[in-house]
């Protein structure tokens, strides 16, 4: 049975104090269905960049506390990037810490991973940053994890030809999983797997950046299991 939220006629839920609250970010926060308003035009009528209207544009799923979003940005700035996450909380604070950076090149979105595909038009998107997803360890909840089928043709869908997926995650029985829902579904071709990135690929892009829960991860000697997807879609 495929996640309600994958459905066209899916409603948020809203109920929440910190969903007004981000409101006072709507200068850069869509909230819920806002996003979607903007399917396949994100660079136009979203960034609006008179210089670089065809800036390449990534989606980060699971910004957490946004350590990657932030540097990310910082250090591409002809890029265009969206960063989303469903917590309230976490976005209330994230947004805050956004609110008072000089960049201009990011957009966030209190939204849901699995509805990507009703955010963003077929090949809008040159890539998708997804860090330590939730790993869903009881086999009852395995279904929940969000690296399966439905969500991975979405990401095809919506990547470019060529385009490429970045995961990372701590978890062992999430990475062998992820490994048999990638290779099943056939959509995407595995250019880089680790089983522990830091020794592996000390210079990597993924090795690069450090998010708030990798940080916690790599004190406690975890290693750090990585995926690089490209698109097997041809132009
Ligand atoms: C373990 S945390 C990792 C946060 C951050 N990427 C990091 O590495 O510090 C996972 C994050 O993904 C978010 N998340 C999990 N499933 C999601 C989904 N389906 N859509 C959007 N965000 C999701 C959670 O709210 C949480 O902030």
Request: net charge positive; charged share 35%.
């Given at each position: 049975?495929?996640?309600?939220?994958?459905?066209?006629?899916?409603?948020?839920?809203?109920?929440?104090?910190?969903?007004?609250?981000l409101?006072e970010?709507?200068?850069?926060?869509?909230?819920?269905?806002?996003?979607e308003?903007?399917?396949?035009?994100?660079?136009?009528?979203?960034?609006?960049?008179?210089?670089?209207n065809?800036?390449?544009?990534?989606?980060e799923?699971?910004?957490g506390?946004?350590?990657?979003?932030?540097?990310?940005c910082?250090?591409?700035?002809?890029?265009?990037?969206?960063?989303?996450d469903?917590?309230?909380?976490?976005?209330?604070?994230?947004?805050?810490?956004?609110?008072?950076?000089n960049?201009?090149?990011?957009?966030y979105?209190?939204?849901k991973?699995?509805?990507?595909?009703?955010?963003?038009?077929?090949?809008?998107?040159?890539g998708?940053?997804?860090?330590?997803?939730?790993p869903?360890?009881?086999?009852?909840?395995n279904?929940?994890?969000?690296?399966?089928?439905?969500?991975?043709?979405?990401?095809?869908?919506?990547?470019?030809?060529?385009?490429?997926?970045?995961?990372?995650?701590?978890?062992?029985?999430?990475?062998?999983?992820?490994?048999?829902?990638?290779?099943?579904c056939?959509?995407?071709?595995?250019?880089?797997?680790?089983?522990?990135?830091?020794?592996?690929?000390?210079?990597?892009l993924?090795?690069?950046?450090?998010?708030?829960?990798?940080?916690?991860f790599?004190?406690?000697?975890?290693?750090?299991?990585?995926?690089?997807?490209?698109?097997?879609?041809?132009?």
């Open positions: 049975m495929v996640d309600y939220s994958f459905k066209e006629d899916f409603k948020y839920k809203h109920e929440n104090p910190y969903h007004d609250k409101g970010f709507g200068e850069f926060v869509l909230r819920d269905h806002e996003a308003a903007f399917k396949g035009l994100w660079n136009k009528d979203v960034f609006k960049d008179p210089v670089n065809e800036a390449k544009l990534f989606l799923i699971g910004t506390a946004g350590h990657f979003m932030i540097d990310y910082a250090d591409h700035p002809a890029e265009h990037f969206v960063g989303l469903y917590r309230f909380k976490r976005s209330f604070y994230l947004a805050k810490k956004l609110s008072v950076l960049l201009k090149n990011f957009r979105l209190r939204a991973g699995e509805r990507i595909e009703f955010m963003f038009a077929e090949n809008e998107l040159d998708i940053f997804y860090f330590f997803p939730d869903w360890p009881k086999t009852k909840h279904k929940k994890r969000l690296i399966q089928e439905p969500f991975l043709k979405s990401a095809y869908k919506t990547i470019k030809p060529g385009g490429i997926f970045y995961i990372k995650t701590d978890h062992d029985d999430y990475a062998t999983w992820m490994e048999r829902e990638i290779k099943k056939g959509l995407f071709e595995i250019v880089m797997q680790s089983a522990d990135l830091r020794t592996e690929h000390p210079d990597h993924l090795s690069k950046y450090t998010t708030g829960f990798e940080k916690i790599l004190e406690q000697g975890i290693k750090i299991k990585a995926f690089v997807l490209k698109s097997k879609k041809e132009i």
